[in-house]
């Protein structure tokens, strides 16, 4: 059997069809998901890309793979943890990957393609169409060999900029462009808030300044994902012309999702520990082997995806890793989940631990420059939007998440040798500050390629 593991980067699942949004944002992965397994409570464990990507890579947790935040020189994948591509190297399938994250990456792969694509801020971004660009040639060889094969597909779309090409730009905002700045406000708060950052919107959002309507920004959003998911039809027709299809494993998700302008101080960036960040796509498709039509409810995880894997192939060599095979809940159609609690993380612009139980969600804050409280609580069966932070009203409750993941951590410590990772990360976030406002103007639009 062969597997494709694709990762659309950035991608939050409540922005899907299939997911229940009311925007028919991506007809294509719909499908995809009728034809599979639907996990309809995925998280993303570790943000941003580069410790979400090792996790989903390693079957991994952060404490045992130590890649916590973004872009580190001084961080390295430790040679003695393999990777699924490696794993499966080893057992005679040929690797292939369409991807451009590099170092520890590229681990494991027979052919490993990087792509790019033009970077003009004031022209749409056609992400995706380069991905397909290498993708495609390289399945046609992964598929027309005689050995089974693993391929890796890492689309952008969509992160920021949100400049998908046309027609998908004006899909999902109805007004007219040039009355966007009479009537709407939503946006206001927003400038106000990230004055000091007008550099990052004018480089990251395609140069909209004027923009006073929030709703225009979450369309441009929903035009990434349906752009994508255009893209992504072409790459699927791709297999099934080929006619290996039904001998492949399609495993579908992303590393993290994205906030909109839900919540204040974390506005259109993949921070934050929200469930905008954290709820993650997972579809698998696999005829004759996965049930059709399937959609489970329990919590799973990033790390989850490797030994699922790995499990499905019929190979035992994935004891040491942390996460659990999906196979189990799959054929029992239950919805226990593999995990009754998740600890999650991030370091990107703020550094912070959660701790989620299918009914709250506490966040502690280690470093966050945007002022925003120390200490989050959130009650998610009855505010599933996290609108009101309840830690001040529920101490009780706080003090229980915090002595569960305190022993969470100091297990971790206990098993793997290893220190938190949060309280000694080489590089700190005025680090990160600093090496942001040393990159030459002309080089700060290749942020994508490194998130």
């Not at 090792?54 to 003695?80: I, K, W, Y």
Request: charged share 25%; glycine share 8%.
């Amino acid at each position: 059997m062969n597997v494709i593991l694709i990762c659309i980067d950035t991608l939050r699942a409540d922005h899907l069809s299939c997911y229940g949004y009311p925007r028919l944002t991506s007809p294509h992965i719909d499908r995809l998901a009728a034809q599979g397994t639907l996990f309809t409570q995925a998280s993303a464990e570790s943000i941003p890309t580069h410790p979400g990507h090792t996790s989903m890579f390693t079957g991994r947790d952060v404490f045992a793979h130590q890649v916590l935040c973004q872009g580190s020189p001084n961080v390295e994948l430790s040679p003695g943890i393999p990777t699924l591509a490696d794993r499966l190297r080893r057992r005679g399938y040929r690797t292939g990957a369409a991807d451009n994250l590099g170092r520890w990456f590229s681990r494991g792969f027979d052919l490993y393609e990087k792509y790019a694509w033009e970077k003009d801020p004031t022209q749409p971004w056609r992400k995706a169409e380069a991905v397909n660009a290498v993708a495609l040639p390289l399945l046609d060889r992964l598929a027309k060999g005689r050995k089974p094969f693993f391929m890796f597909v890492h689309y952008w779309d969509p992160h920021s900029p949100y400049l998908a090409p046309p027609p998908f730009t004006r899909m999902f905002y109805s007004r007219r462009r040039d009355e966007r700045a009479k009537s709407h406000k939503s946006m206001g708060p927003i400038w106000k808030t990230y004055e000091a950052l007008k550099h990052y919107f004018a480089q990251w959002l395609g140069g909209m300044g004027g923009v006073t309507d929030a709703d225009y920004v979450d369309a441009l959003y929903d035009a990434e994902i349906a752009y994508g998911d255009a893209s992504l039809a072409e790459f699927l027709a791709r297999l099934d012309e080929l006619g290996v299809a039904d001998q492949t494993l399609v495993v579908l998700t992303s590393d993290h999702g994205e906030t909109l302008h839900e919540h204040a101080g974390c506005w259109y960036d993949h921070h934050g520990l929200y469930e905008t960040n954290l709820r993650i796509p997972l579809l698998l498709r696999c005829p004759g082997r996965l049930p059709a039509g399937l959609r489970l409810n329990g919590l799973v995880r990033t790390r989850d995806i490797a030994p699922t894997v790995l499990d499905l192939l019929g190979f035992q060599e994935g004891e040491e890793m942390d996460g659990t095979s999906l196979l189990p809940l799959i054929r029992s159609r239950s919805h226990r989940g593999t995990s009754g609690d998740l600890y999650l993380t991030e370091c990107t612009w703020m550094k912070k631990r959660d701790w989620r139980t299918r009914d709250w969600k506490l966040i502690v804050a280690m470093e966050d420059p945007f002022g925003l409280p120390p200490v989050e609580l959130y009650d998610l069966r009855n505010d599933p939007g996290e609108t009101k932070n309840l830690a001040k009203q529920r101490p009780d409750v706080v003090a229980r998440l915090r002595r569960r993941m305190e022993a969470h951590v100091t297990r971790w410590m206990r098993e793997t040798g290893h220190p938190d990772p949060h309280s000694y990360q080489d590089i700190t976030l005025r680090q990160i500050g600093k090496m942001a406002t040393a990159v030459p103007e002309d080089q700060k639009l290749d942020r994508p390629t490194d998130r």
